[in-house]
């Protein structure tokens, strides 16, 4: 195999590419999953303590020491505030993870790109595949404590995933673009992460979009993660229906973002084998 081959990048190609390896993509993400466990006594069972752990301190911290309230608005529910809370940090480790880990996507595998006819774009597939069964667990724990703590879950629960999907996909197409960009600077591991934490407290994940001064709302809707997270909640704890016209139109700038990821590391891939 020629490494400094041409690869396809039209918009048909990620689909056809993730398609086809769609078998390697789940055994592979199996082995990233499991492989971030190994050694440990516990195992998978980690993936479920750690986000309800998360969970119990949340609303211990919140509700009983801080006593707070979510905005002018909410209601003397001593947990509102942590499920409230723990849902925008579930959107908000779900790009964090992926961002975090696809960097090094390329080069903790330099032997696929040596040695092996590989379809090297499946990489971070894996990455956003390993991020996102780990949302679906902490999900998971998220409608669990709502339930025991409300007894009853909004019907909205079933758009959830329409709701993540923009994320998703715009997760995939950043995922492409670091990993590609990994290979050539290795200073973008400690950039993203920098990022993570700045994008954490620029999200309304501790607060409300409304306790924002509204000559800064219009910025904090910029970030990615705020309509996401304002969704989320709606579907999840308010029971409203999502806004269709804004996920429509995040869906298609998500899926022209993605795009340009995947065309990036098309071709910039040729140059992977000589820097690595």
């Not at 209601?75 to 849902?87: G, K, M, N, V, Y």
């Not at 994940?205 to 924002?212: G, K």
């Not at 016209?245 to 995040?250: D, E, K, R, V």
Request: charge should be positive.
């Amino acid at each position: 195999m020629n490494p400094h081959e041409t690869h396809p990048c039209d918009f048909r190609s990620p689909f056809i590419s993730i398609w086809k390896n769609r078998r390697l993509i789940l055994q592979m993400t199996q082995r990233e999953v499991i492989g971030r466990y190994k050694g440990s006594s516990m195992g998978l069972a980690w993936s479920f303590l750690h986000p309800a752990i998360l969970l119990v301190v949340y609303t211990f911290v919140f509700s009983v020491v801080f006593k707070s309230r979510w905005g002018n608005g909410g209601s003397q529910s001593q947990t509102e505030f942590a499920i409230l809370l723990f849902t925008g940090m579930i959107v908000h480790g779900l790009f964090a993870d992926v961002i975090n880990r696809s960097h090094a996507a390329i080069t903790s595998n330099t032997n696929f790109v040596k040695r092996v006819i590989f379809p090297l774009e499946i990489l971070p597939v894996i990455t956003l595949g390993a991020a996102l069964f780990h949302s679906v667990i902490s999900v998971a724990v998220l409608l669990l404590a709502y339930l025991l703590f409300n007894g009853f879950w909004h019907w909205t629960i079933i758009f959830l995933p329409v709701v993540l999907l923009p994320l998703v996909i715009v997760s995939l197409g950043v995922a492409w673009f670091l990993a590609s960009l990994g290979v050539f600077l290795r200073d973008v591991g400690q950039t993203v992460g920098i990022i993570a934490m700045v994008l954490m407290f620029l999200s309304p994940i501790f607060y409300p979009v409304s306790a924002v001064p509204p000559i800064f709302q219009k910025w904090l809707m910029l970030n990615p993660l705020t309509f996401i997270i304002e969704q989320a909640r709606n579907v999840i704890y308010w029971g409203l229906m999502p806004e269709w016209t804004g996920l429509g139109l995040y869906t298609v700038l998500a899926s022209a973002i993605a795009w340009m990821g995947f065309v990036w590391f098309q071709k910039t891939r040729k140059g992977f084998a000589d820097v690595l």
